[in-house]
């Protein structure tokens, strides 16, 4: 995990968490990338790729959509072209002058990076009156506008042989990446990478505009944005205003370009229009976005391992976690402030995994996975003997067993190494050695093209870090790591840190006080300096931090060669099981798609509310009048009193919806939507702008791993309760005149 900590709605909780920053490309880079449909009866599954929505045209139709489903098929065309990813979460261009709306949570580390205790942008909300007064986003945004997408197998496994081990594959599949990202980035002011999908069946470049000068526009008061907080977190009814506004800036010349005053506003292609008349229950709805990972074809042993021992695990370290930022940062304190971003993480993650633990025991995942895989083996046993499918998956199956073991075996040692700066100083100590060598021949993280990330995330630790903070943390994962036996846990960091079994509370608690009172790393001038640092250098500082990271070096190159070791076994293994699925699929009349690695989906259906329990019933909609219904004036249901006020006036304006009397505020749909998804746009079947999906109720989030249309529903924030309180609350009038706003009846703003 990157140290901002960002597992809000836009990220996958599984097995990311389990492996420190200097490994998640092993894993994202060999994740399981294999989801198939159900029938057409129920097509709200599926996140399909642009192209193939021609493929299921009859059913789009059917469903209300009045596009050709050849135009949403364009990637850069509209409306597929205002939709931009930002790196973890989905935005969509709204206006011609680069104006982007994401989600609030979205948006939240950069209100955070630019709230202080005497202006809390993360209670009291953000407006620019004009350009001038707009902040810039936190260090490291970005906006990612993507322009082409290229199938690149040949060129990154065409000419592999088929018995090659485990590391040579790994890394010739990784140089091969390189090479082709390099050449797509020869064009400047691009970022490009090379995406998996149907478990490396098929890869393909992705090619996005990078705009680096972002900066925040408007954000709602807290209380709105964020309303109910992490007690409706997850739930439904929800009454939460969870928008927020970027702009992307460029330079003079229309070039992407850092931060500079003399930059102007990117004039995108095409932006969306913002429907002010909105759904109704029933109606059509698609949602455009770049969702994360889901793992539903992932094979039995990891799904055991998952929900058996890692989910629970985490729980159980979570609320330690959390009560140790708490206890070392009072409320409203610069420290709390700092850590705001990171506890709602870690709170969101919490109840997630919680949902899905519980999740997987209502539709007995583990018994419908072995269930499906026994099919899988009758179906080849019967149909297709001789492709080398069953052999494939017998490895894949010890493989996943033996994955299973090192996440279980390396879990304490991840975390004991978690705290930011020797994390900083670990990074630093690679980057030493990396940059010794051939910059193509670097290990990924570590080029010239992620130098310029590097160095905006030093910088933006200076408002994400606090050492009384940093420190509790660290002790409650050392003592963690302290309780498990002698053979689980790593000698040369117990030898590093001076770590026995019988070490006192109070003795770790001093050594670790040590630590932080002889560094330098919590001074940024300290961590750019050191970026141009040799290993010898580093080796010689006598920075506490950085002589761990040198005496930790060897076993984390140990570790790191297993797990690519294992990643090449899984590139070779993968695709052969993946054609076993897509062949039985196919032999039983069904179409397969992939699953969701971050690059531009859409799902659809419809408005729909639910009962996912005996005696409960989901509504479709929430109203203006349930917040005052929630309201307690105290955190986390304290709306705003201008808002109340004018709740209780219902002063709808033109944003009422007939059926509900009311102005709608959340909404539900039967979408198939994950972690990256929040941002999306969602759509009407005109390709308007209705809304933008933030959540899942807490049935759903087990669909990472298994779809079930009876329960599955995504939230949405309503875009006339979006305008509503732009207009009527905080007078963001600005912003509504520079956007297109459609409304058939017409009605004035007031």
Not at 237 to 257: I, L, M, N, Q
Not at 286 to 298: C, E, F, K, L
């Amino acid at each position: 995990m990157n140290l901002k900590l960002c597992i809000h709605k836009s990220n996958s909780v599984k097995d990311i968490l389990m492996l420190k920053p200097s490994f998640q490309h092993i894993l994202l880079t060999n994740a399981v990338l294999a989801l198939t449909s159900m029938p057409a009866a129920y097509a709200v599954e599926g996140m399909f790729t642009p192209d193939q929505l021609p493929e299921i045209a009859m059913d789009l139709r059917a469903k209300g959509l009045k596009m050709k489903p050849s135009q949403i098929s364009d990637l850069v065309g509209f409306p597929m072209g205002a939709v931009v990813s930002l790196g973890g979460c989905t935005a969509s261009f709204v206006s011609p002058q680069g104006l982007v709306v994401t989600n609030h949570h979205c948006a939240y580390g950069s209100i955070q990076y630019n709230s202080t205790k005497e202006k809390n942008y993360l209670e009291k909300g953000f407006l620019a009156e004009n350009l001038e007064a707009e902040l810039p986003a936190a260090p490291g945004s970005r906006i990612y506008v993507t322009v082409k997408l290229t199938d690149v197998t040949d060129l990154i496994t065409g000419s592999l042989p088929s018995n090659m081990a485990g590391e040579p594959r790994f890394s010739a599949i990784d140089s091969n990446r390189k090479s082709v990202v390099a050449e797509c980035e020869e064009d400047e002011g691009h970022r490009c990478r090379v995406a998996s999908f149907y478990g490396g069946l098929q890869y393909k470049l992705v090619k996005q505009l990078e705009i680096k000068d972002v900066r925040l526009t408007y954000a709602p008061a807290g209380p709105i944005g964020k309303y109910g907080g992490d007690i409706d977190n997850w739930q439904w009814p929800r009454h939460t205003g969870d928008f927020a506004f970027y702009r992307a800036y460029v330079s003079p010349e229309g070039k992407s370009a850092d931060y500079n005053k003399q930059n102007v506003p990117y004039q995108p292609q095409y932006n969306l229009k913002v429907s002010a008349e909105g759904l109704d229950d029933g109606d059509f709805v698609m949602v455009a976005g770049y969702p994360g990972n889901t793992s539903r074809y992932t094979r039995l042993a990891q799904v055991k391992n998952t929900f058996e021992w890692q989910y629970s695990t985490w729980q159980s370290l979570l609320d330690d976690w959390i009560q140790a930022i708490k206890g070392s940062s009072k409320p409203g304190s610069d420290a709390r402030i700092k850590y705001e971003s990171r506890l709602a993480s870690l709170n969101n993650l919490n109840k997630n995994l919680g949902g899905q633990i519980e999740g997987a025991r209502r539709v007995d995942l583990i018994e419908r996975r072995a269930t499906r895989e026994e099919g899988l083996n009758n179906w080849i046993a019967a149909k297709a003997p001789n492709k080398g499918y069953a052999e494939a998956i017998e490895k894949l199956d010890a493989l996943s067993t033996e994955t299973a073991t090192a996440t279980r075996s390396n879990y304490w040692y991840n975390n004991a190494t978690r705290p930011q700066l020797l994390v900083i100083a670990q990074r630093l100590y690679r980057l030493s050695h990396e940059r010794l060598k051939p910059n193509s021949e670097r290990e990924s993280g570590y080029q010239e093209r992620n130098m310029d990330r590097m160095k905006q995330s030093m910088t933006a630790m200076d408002r994400r870090y606090e050492t009384a903070v940093d420190k509790a943390e660290w002790m409650v994962f050392l003592k963690g790591y302290m309780t498990q036996p002698a053979s689980e846990r790593v000698s040369a960091l117990d030898d590093a840190l001076g770590l026995h079994d019988s070490i006192s509370v109070d003795a770790l608690s001093a050594k670790l006080d040590n630590y932080y009172a002889a560094t330098q790393l919590d001074k940024l001038d300290t961590r750019l300096s050191l970026m141009e640092a040799t290993p010898a250098e580093l080796e010689a500082n006598a920075d506490p931090f950085i002589r761990l990271a040198v005496a930790l070096y060897d076993h984390e190159l140990a570790m790191e060669a297993a797990s690519k070791e294992r990643a090449g076994h899984r590139a070779a293994l993968q695709p052969k099981y993946m054609e076993a699925i897509m062949a039985w699929q196919k032999d039983q009349g069904l179409t397969a798609y992939p699953d969701a690695n971050s690059t531009l989906r859409v799902t659809y259906g419809n408005v729909l509310g639910g009962s996912p329990r005996d005696g409960m019933r989901y509504d479709p909609f929430t109203t203006l009048e349930g917040i005052t219904e929630k309201d307690t004036g105290e955190n986390p249901f304290n709306s705003p009193q201008s808002q109340i006020d004018l709740i209780m006036a219902k002063n709808y304006g033109r944003y009422e919806l007939e059926s509900i009397k009311s102005v709608p505020v959340n909404f539900l749909t039967d979408l198939d939507s994950t972690g990256g998804n929040s941002g999306s746009a969602t759509l009407n079947a005109r390709g308007e702008l209705v809304g933008l999906l933030f959540d899942g109720t807490i049935e759903s989030v087990n669909s990472d791993w298994d779809f079930d249309p009876r329960t599955t529903r995504s939230i949405h924030v309503d875009s006339r309760y979006m305008l509503w309180v732009m207009e009527k609350v905080d007078k963001a009038n600005n912003l509504l005149e520079e956007m297109n706003i459609l409304n058939s009846r017409n009605y004035p703003i007031n």
